[in-house]
């Protein structure tokens, strides 16, 4: 469902602040919270939880290191490709960045 791209242009690429561009009640249906946990009787139990552990993991990280791409021996910034595991959790494999505490 997250990557219909009936409902999402260009679904595959990671372009967070295309929530920002939709106004805010199109925003709400299309946030990926309103499915991504299920739905009914069985929707997760652990919803709340998680979204808040999320959002408390990211912003404690993000305020104290810059986290950028790596640069290769000539200064140029090297783009990693997207590889993700195949399986029931599938995860990124390992890259290439830069993360410093921020100054
Ligand atoms: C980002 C994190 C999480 C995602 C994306 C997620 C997603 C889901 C989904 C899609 C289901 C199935 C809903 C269905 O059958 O329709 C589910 C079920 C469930 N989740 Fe989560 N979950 C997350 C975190 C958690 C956490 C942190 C807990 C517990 C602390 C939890 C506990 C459960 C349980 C117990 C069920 C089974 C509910 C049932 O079958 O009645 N989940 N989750």
Same mark, same amino acid.
């Given at each position: 469902? /997250? ?11 990671? !372009?967070? @602040? !295309?929530?920002? $561009?939709?106004?805010?009640? $199109? /925003? @709400?249906?299309?946030?990926? !919270?309103? =499915?991504? =946990?299920? =739905?009914g009787r069985r929707v997760c139990p652990g919803r709340n939880f998680?979204?808040?552990? *999320?959002?408390? &993991?990211?912003? %404690?990280?993000? &305020? *104290? ?7 290769d021996a000539d200064g140029a910034e090297i783009t990693p490709e997207a590889y993700f595991s195949s399986?029931?959790?599938? +995860?990124? +494999? &390992? =890259? *290439? %960045? ?6």
């Amino acid at each position: 469902m /997250a990557r219909d791209p009936t409902i999402y242009t260009d679904p595959k690429t990671f !372009r967070p @602040e !295309r929530f920002m $561009e939709m106004d805010p009640e $199109e /925003a @709400e249906l299309k946030d990926p !919270r309103q =499915f991504v =946990f299920g =739905f009914g009787r069985r929707v997760c139990p652990g919803r709340n939880f998680a979204d808040a552990n *999320v959002w408390l &993991a990211i912003a %404690c990280i993000t &305020a *104290v290191f810059d986290i950028r791409k790596s640069r290769d021996a000539d200064g140029a910034e090297i783009t990693p490709e997207a590889y993700f595991s195949s399986g029931f959790v599938s +995860h990124p +494999h &390992a =890259f *290439v %960045c830069d993360i410093l505490p921020r100054p």
